[in-house]
């Protein structure tokens, strides 16, 4: 995450390194303090993570010494995310209830009365006969067989639309870094400077 967070926020000198100094080229010497707040892709990183929150308090000081600043500091960096369906599996959850209710009631009707087998059946059907979504429809076919279409409904809103059967949980992580630079005080001709002080 750091690492993928560096190659967006830090090894661009126009994002971080140029928010740090324009907030060091507009305070006096002595200590100067920022901040950030942002969300950023994480995907690649790791397929439970998304845009993924970081932000950061930045702590420094700066001493200007001619056409020069010489600044330093830390950033106490918090990183937040939760492992919520990174497949889209909410959408095809509610897309397979009403196909999966509806394939039930219809095999129940044509005279199929093993939840196993009906199992089997809307899984193999559906393209994916693996025990999660055999299970899946399992529960429901009992349900069904019962003669309790409502209660297999209900079951839905106890399963974790995120990624069946499991519970979603939160990440965090939080690290330090420091940094030292010397930039040029006048930012139009500095390679360390914000899109919009470069104009």
């Given amino acids: ?17 140029g928010q740090i100094a324009t907030k060091a080229r507009t305070t006096k010497d002595g200590s100067f303090g ?42 106490d960096f918090t990183f937040e995310d939760m492992f919520r369906d990174p497949f889209e599996l909410e959408d095809r959850i509610l897309t397979y209830d009403n196909m999966i209710g509806d394939r039930i009631v219809k095999l129940i009707a044509s005279g199929l009365e093993d939840a196993s087998e009906i199992a089997a059946e809307i899984s193999q059907t559906l393209g994916n006969p693996g025990p999660s979504l055999y299970n899946y429809v399992f529960a429901m076919a009992v349900s069904a067989l019962n003669d309790s279409r409502n209660r ?46 470069r104009q």
Avoid: C
Wanted: aromatic share 10%.
């Fill in 152 to 197: 297999s409904r209900a079951l839905l809103s106890y399963i974790p639309v995120e990624v069946p059967f499991s519970s979603p949980y939160g990440i965090t992580e939080i690290w330090e870094a420091t940094f030292s630079a010397r930039i040029l005080a006048d930012a139009s001709t500095s390679r360390y400077a914000e899109a919009k002080d």
């Fill in 34 to 75: 920022d901040g950030f707040d942002n969300y950023y892709p994480m995907k690649n990183v790791s397929y439970s993570l998304g845009n993924s929150s970081i932000r950061g308090e930045i702590h420094g000081t700066r001493r200007q010494k001619g056409p020069m600043i010489d600044l330093s500091g830390s950033i």
């Fill in 1 to 17: 995450m750091a690492n993928q967070f560096r190659a967006i926020a830090i090894d661009n000198p126009h994002r971080l390194p």
